[in-house]
């Protein structure tokens, strides 16, 4: 969790997650689904890009929210990021985004290239998704299943209190 109080894996705020649909409460944060949550992000994502019609305004939405960019559009009319930056209209945390983005992205694409070593043995994680009533707990899920207590804790982080959710029929 950040110092925004943005959380999981995409660092949705809370109010932002509620916004896109995720159940954030005493029970359960969405936001800490991998699942749940990469969804979400490719959702707020393309919201963006739609919204600005160009992909680095779209990630430099996605981290600082609309209305800076919105702002900075009105401010300096349609001159794209880099333009916007250097006329000091995006916050530097914004403006620092995009570029570590596209940075990733080129590592990523040639990894051995900039020093790192990609396992040859990573397999991607394999599990069954199943719906169980609403208030179950995860040891006594983990009993049954005949698995450890720990892997369902996790596969389902988004469970803040051990257990599925009481106010709902499945989960």
Known sequence: VSVKDAGGPWQFIPSTARKMGMRIDEWVDERKDYEKSTIYAAKYLRYFYNTFNDWHLALAGYNCGGAPIRSALKAC??????????????????????PRIIAMIIIMEN???YGYV????????????????GGLSLSF???????KTSTLERLNPELLRGATPP????Y
């Open 77 to 98: 009319g349609d001159v794209g990021l880099w333009e916007m930056g250097r006329q000091g209209r995006l916050s530097f945390q914004a403006g620092g985004y995009v």
């Open 167 to 170: 106010d709902v029929e499945l």
């Open 111 to 113: 990894p051995e290239a």
């Open 141 to 147: 899920m983990a009993e049954v299943l005949e698995v």
């Open 118 to 133: 990609v396992p040859d043995d990573i397999e991607p994680l394999a599990y069954d998704k199943i719906y169980v009533p």
